[in-house]
């Protein structure tokens, strides 16, 4: 079972706390080998701030003369302090155990910790630290740690707040980016998520809704073509079934009528089945295209001259208007043929006798395009947006009863538009219809 945002948000946040909590505790690690590696070395050079004060008395004075009144570490126990001038010579020695060596040379031991007394640029003199005791260096250790330690708690009750306004900014709409993914996976797809927090959470939000809308979409549309396909195949299969049920049962002759209407089903099922065949290819970008330059004028008489005969039996006026001569664009001739013959013969199919079909074909410096116009009852406006879709049926006048399958529109839209021309609708403002394709011209 998925996780539920209250825990995907628990998650995130024990997630982030982790992360600070292994930072703060890798710094305060640091820290402490800093301070073992001091402990166990005699020789790790140590910030000595009363060297610039020996600095400060030497550059005072010009010598080392009398500065046994500020070389006072009465303060510093433990510590075992000689200072030598530049010349490595014992000026004060201040080891509790020690006889007078004052004036004599000093050789430094290599776990002496020197430190460099430096005037104008000038070596003047050497801090020598020859020993620290343990207690000494524990001492300088809870010097470090004990800062170190305040800076780590303040620093972590600042990540605390941090992490709780990262929470707020980043976690939560996250979490519910993440349980939204989950519910649509889970096939919930009119889940949605509200457009909170910085502008990249912000864009993920309204990509996934985009995404989820865009499923159920395709989703409802996968639904409804399969009723549709079935309500389609339904009616022919019905009437060859009843036929030839008949038939077999002696109620129809096996001649004559009934055989011939069972043939016309099957006409039409071997049609709606080459359609449904077409339109997948065409929506799947599978079908092959052989551009070559066309002319659309040329392509149109030829559709018309074909559709001559069934218009004459319906006296419907069939002619072509070329308002420019120049209509070659670069497409596939048989498949733009096929297009126009959709729109002429959609168009005869709902003209009445005595009716008008004609096409216009016209152009400019980008573009030619073509137009199918009829003087029939046309469409209502509303119903305009949806004329390309499979199977519409919001027009009862043009219903199967005319011989269409319903989807000569939607073939021929992804037909144009996989060409990379553009087709559309619109009434005409005497009556009737326009349908209208664009090519760009290469």
Same mark, same amino acid.
């Given at each position: 079972?998925?996780?539920?945002?209250?825990?995907i948000?628990?998650r995130?946040?024990?997630?982030l706390?982790?992360?600070?909590?292994?930072?703060l505790t890798?710094s305060?690690?640091f820290?402490?080998?800093?301070t073992g590696?001091?402990?166990?070395?005699?020789?790790?050079?140590?910030?000595?701030?009363?060297?610039?004060k020996?600095?400060g008395?030497?550059?005072?004075?010009g010598?080392?003369?009398?500065?046994e009144?500020v070389?006072?570490?009465?303060?510093?126990d433990?510590?075992?302090?000689?200072?030598?001038?530049?010349?490595?010579?014992?000026?004060l020695d201040?080891r509790?155990?020690?006889?007078?060596?004052?004036?004599?040379s000093?050789?430094?031991?290599p776990?002496?910790?020197?430190?460099d007394?430096?005037?104008?640029?000038?070596?003047?003199?050497?801090?020598?630290?020859?020993?620290?005791?343990?207690s000494? $260096?524990l001492?300088?250790?809870?010097?470090i740690?004990?800062p170190?330690?305040?800076?780590?708690?303040?620093?972590?009750?600042f990540?605390?707040?941090?992490? !709780?306004?990262?929470?707020r900014?980043?976690? &939560?709409?996250?979490?519910?980016v993440?349980?939204?993914a $989950?519910?649509?996976?889970d096939?919930?797809?009119?889940?949605?998520i509200?457009s909170?927090?910085?502008?990249?959470?912000?864009s993920?939000?309204?990509?996934?809704n985009?995404?989820?809308t865009s499923?159920?979409? &395709?989703?409802?549309?996968?639904?409804?073509?399969?009723?549709?396909?079935?309500?389609?195949?339904?009616?022919p299969?019905s009437v060859?079934?009843?036929?030839?049920?008949g038939?077999?049962?002696g109620?129809?002759?096996?001649?004559?009528?009934?055989?011939?209407?069972?043939?016309?089903q099957?006409?039409?099922?071997?049609?709606?089945?080459?359609d449904?065949?077409?339109l997948?290819?065409?929506?799947?970008?599978?079908?092959?295209?052989?551009?070559?330059?066309?002319?659309?004028?040329?392509?149109s008489?030829?559709?018309?001259?074909?559709?001559?005969?069934?218009?004459?039996?319906?006296?419907?006026?069939?002619?072509?208007?070329?308002?420019?001569? &120049?209509?070659?664009?670069?497409?596939?001739a048989?498949?733009i043929e096929q297009?126009?013959a959709?729109?002429v013969?959609?168009?005869?199919?709902?003209v009445?006798?005595?009716?008008r079909?004609w096409?216009?074909?016209s152009?400019?410096?980008?573009?030619?395009?073509?137009?199918?116009?009829?003087?029939?009852v046309?469409?209502?406006?509303?119903?305009?947006p949806?004329?390309f879709?499979?199977?519409?049926?919001?027009?009862?006048?043009r219903s199967?009863?005319?011989?269409g !399958?319903?989807?000569?529109l939607?073939i021929?839209?992804?037909? !144009?538009?996989?060409?990379?021309?553009?087709?559309?609708?619109?009434?005409?403002?005497?009556?009737?219809?326009?349908?209208?394709?664009?090519?760009?011209?290469?």
């Open positions: 079972m998925h996780s539920s945002t209250h825990k948000r628990r995130l946040f024990l997630l706390l982790r992360a600070f909590a292994i930072v890798l305060f690690l820290f402490i080998l800093v590696y001091f402990l166990v070395s005699a020789s790790t050079p140590i910030p000595f701030p009363f060297a610039s020996l600095e008395y030497y550059l005072g004075h010598s080392w003369e009398g500065v009144v070389f006072d570490l009465s303060g510093q433990g510590l075992k302090q000689i200072l030598l001038d530049e010349e490595k010579r014992i000026v201040r509790p155990d020690s006889v007078s060596t004052i004036g004599t000093y050789d430094i031991h776990k002496d910790v020197t430190i007394l430096i005037v104008n640029d000038e070596q003047v003199g050497y801090l020598v630290i020859t020993a620290f005791s343990f000494t $260096r001492g300088f250790a809870r010097a740690l004990f170190v330690g305040m800076v780590s708690f303040v620093l972590a009750l990540l605390v707040v941090v992490a !709780t306004l990262l929470v900014r980043f976690v &939560n709409p996250l979490a519910d993440i349980f939204a $989950r519910a649509v996976a096939g919930k797809l009119d889940t949605r509200s909170e927090g910085p502008q990249d959470l912000h993920l939000a309204e990509s996934f985009e995404m989820a499923l159920e979409r &395709n989703d409802r549309e996968r639904r409804d073509m399969l009723a549709d396909i079935a309500h389609e195949l339904r009616t299969l060859i079934r009843g036929r030839l049920e038939i077999v049962d109620i129809y002759p096996a001649s004559g009528l009934p055989v011939s209407t069972a043939l016309e099957t006409y039409l099922l071997e049609r709606l089945v080459d449904l065949r077409l997948t290819l065409a929506e799947s970008r599978q079908l092959h295209f052989e551009s070559k330059p066309v002319d659309l004028g040329n392509l008489q030829r559709v018309l001259d074909l559709f001559q005969a069934e218009a004459s039996e319906k006296y419907i006026s069939l002619s072509l208007e070329r308002l420019s001569e &120049n209509s070659v664009v670069e497409a596939d048989q498949r297009v126009i959709n729109l013969g959609n168009a005869l199919r709902y009445p006798e005595h009716g079909v096409i216009e074909i152009s400019d410096e980008k573009s030619v395009k073509l137009a199918v116009n009829d003087n029939g046309g469409i209502p406006a509303d119903d305009l949806f004329i879709d499979r199977f519409w049926r919001k027009d009862k006048s199967r009863i005319s011989g !399958t319903g989807l000569g939607a021929s839209k992804h037909l !144009t538009e996989a060409q990379g021309g553009k087709i559309d609708a619109q009434n005409l403002s005497g009556g009737g219809l326009s349908m209208q394709i664009t090519f760009q011209k290469k």
